[in-house]
């Protein structure tokens, strides 16, 4: 894999390139946007070593290698490379973004510099169609700068929290897009030519069909990033310049969460828990794809597991193993649906069953006639707020006196990015913005404004933003909610009855709360939640 070290003793030893550094905290520290590395110095290093541990060879001074390093972590990578070259080295330490955006501009280029199929004169690159032999693709996919082009886009995205990897073809690029706290950002353009073999490489690895070009496949990918074993969802389809590849990174860490670590408030935690301590009832989990539904029900599970209870789950897909539940995946083409895997399930006696997601009449029914029957029931609803569950249900289909008589609450949630905590500062946003959140001067009692906002680093990627947290709207369902369901009344009703005489606070007002506290801005907050009534 690496260079043979006898080409590597061999080669000529530039003469020494003095380097600035000034002393940060015990440690000789570089500033990369002013030094720039020596063609010598990186040439030493092996692309893949450099990548992988994250160290940019920059100079070299009177025989020894010099190496930036982002953490002080890196030191032992950096002597493992001493070692590899039989030559002393020294470490630096640098801004750890710089670090990464400089070894991925050098080693990429090196990299791809490798790759046969160069693009024409025209700037056009070699397409792939229908006509193209298998056997090319699979040797295309086996290249050694495609094998790399992909192990980097993974371990970049795993070591920048990403939730979502898009690879994007259009006429003259392609576009590697990360989803990053719920935000999409360009990471990289790979060129047009290598596109095809990167695909197809994600095809053997998800072991779909690499000749098939012309429908959608999904697969699953497990790999290992640093010793951290990794599941990958692979979404490809068509599309006029070329397939199109979404990852979904299933990172375990996050989905083995506890209720008390999903940020929910105090007072929502102690009402949520007693909820889900009724032995029957369905709760329903609301709010829009990514908005963290199937991580607090995982939570809620977890909080509930006991050996004395059967817990039994069907989902599409399976996201996340957890030891101790039972889960089921949904196969459509084999007659597996939620409603016949439901149906299926209330025969294996369960004490509790968590349903994906509720889609149709049939499936709602058999969830509720379960909870009837008593079992507790979890499950999602794609809804704005939480009353509005019992409305989405009513339009479906199922009998009012059926889900008076059946639900027990919904929490409605969202995901809001937190300031980071780097390089977050005071901050007084505009009157305009605060006003739209409810928030007065007599909010607050000190003489100085509790609000933050981050002014960019190479910890958050000079975004503000580092890390997420919910936001939540629990909606608990009492009598006089019950008649208003039999009755057929508007979620407006409802809602204003919770908020009146249960008390319930508003997904805008708990992000007010979160802005109050310093933890999230209001232009984050009025983009999940939009402007309601407080």
Same mark, same amino acid.
């Given at each position: ?233 692979? $979404? +490809? #389809? ?7 590849? *979404?990852?979904? %990174?299933? !990172?375990?860490? @996050? &989905? ?87 149906? $299926? +399930? #209330? ?7 968590? *349903?994906?997601? %509720?889609? !149709?009449?049939? @499936? &709602? ?170």
């Amino acid at each position: 894999m690496y260079a043979p070290m006898s080409d590597i003793l061999t080669r000529a030893v530039p003469e020494s390139v003095p380097v600035p550094v000034v002393m940060k905290n015990g440690f000789e520290w570089v500033d990369l946007e002013e030094v720039k590395p020596s063609e010598a110095a990186v040439r030493l290093a092996p692309g893949d070593f450099a990548l992988k541990h994250q160290l940019l060879p920059i100079a070299i001074e009177e025989g020894i290698l010099i190496v930036a390093i982002g953490v002080p972590q890196s030191l032992g990578a950096v002597d493992e490379l001493g070692v590899l070259l039989q030559m002393p080295t020294k470490a630096v330490l640098a801004a750890p973004g710089v670090v990464r955006e400089k070894i991925e501009e050098i080693f990429l280029e090196r990299i791809l510099a490798g790759l046969p199929g160069q693009s024409d004169e025209t700037g056009t690159a070699t397409e792939v169609d229908d006509s193209t032999d298998l056997a090319d693709l699979q040797k295309m996919a086996g290249e050694t700068a495609v094998v790399q082009m992909v192990n980097l886009i993974f371990a970049q995205a795993v070591r920048d929290g990403t939730s979502d990897i898009h690879i994007e073809p259009y006429e003259r690029e392609v576009k590697v897009r990360y989803r990053i706290d719920g935000m999409l950002r360009d990471v990289m353009s790979p060129p047009k030519r290598m596109h095809a073999a990167i695909v197809s490489r994600l095809k053997i690895l998800g072991e779909m069909n690499i000749a098939e070009r012309r429908l959608p496949q999904d697969g699953r990918i497990k790999i290992v990033i640093g010793a951290r074993p990794v599941d990958v969802r692979v $979404s +490809i #389809v068509p599309t006029v310049f070329g397939e199109r590849a *979404v990852m979904r %990174i299933l !990172d375990k860490g @996050t &989905a083995m969460l506890g209720l008390e670590e999903l940020g929910m408030r105090a007072d929502t935690l102690d009402r949520y828990r007693r909820l889900i301590r009724v032995p029957y009832g369905v709760i329903l989990a609301t709010g829009p794809t990514g908005s963290g539904k199937s991580t607090t029900l995982y939570a809620s599970l977890q909080e509930i597991y006991s050996p004395t209870t059967n817990i039994l789950t069907i989902e599409d897909p399976v996201e996340y193993q957890v030891a101790g539940i039972s889960q089921i995946q949904v196969r459509p083409q084999i007659g597996l649906t939620f409603a016949n895997g439901l149906r $299926s +399930i #209330v025969r294996q006696d369960p004490d509790v069953i968590m *349903v994906g997601e %509720i889609r !149709d009449h049939e @499936t &709602a029914e058999i969830a509720i006639h379960a909870a009837l029957t008593g079992h507790l029931v979890f499950s999602t609803l794609h809804t704005n707020d939480a009353p509005g569950a019992v409305t989405r249900l009513l339009d479906m289909g199922v009998e009012p006196y059926l889900v008076a008589s059946s639900l027990t609450g919904a929490l409605a949630q969202r995901l809001v990015r937190r300031v980071c905590t780097f390089c977050g500062e005071p901050d007084l946003p505009s009157p305009e913005s605060l006003e739209a959140i409810g928030i007065t001067d007599s909010d607050w009692s000190s003489p100085d404004p509790p609000f933050r906002r981050g002014r960019g680093c190479d910890r958050c990627q000079h975004s503000g933003y580092k890390g997420r947290q919910s936001l939540y709207e629990l909606f608990l369902v009492d009598e006089p909610i019950r008649r208003m369901t039999v009755d057929r009344a508007g979620s407006n009703q409802m809602k204003e009855h919770a908020i009146r005489q249960q008390g319930m606070r508003t997904l805008l007002g708990d992000g007010r709360l979160a802005v109050l506290a310093g933890r999230t801005t209001p232009e984050e907050v009025l983009r999940v939640s939009g402007r309601e009534a407080i």
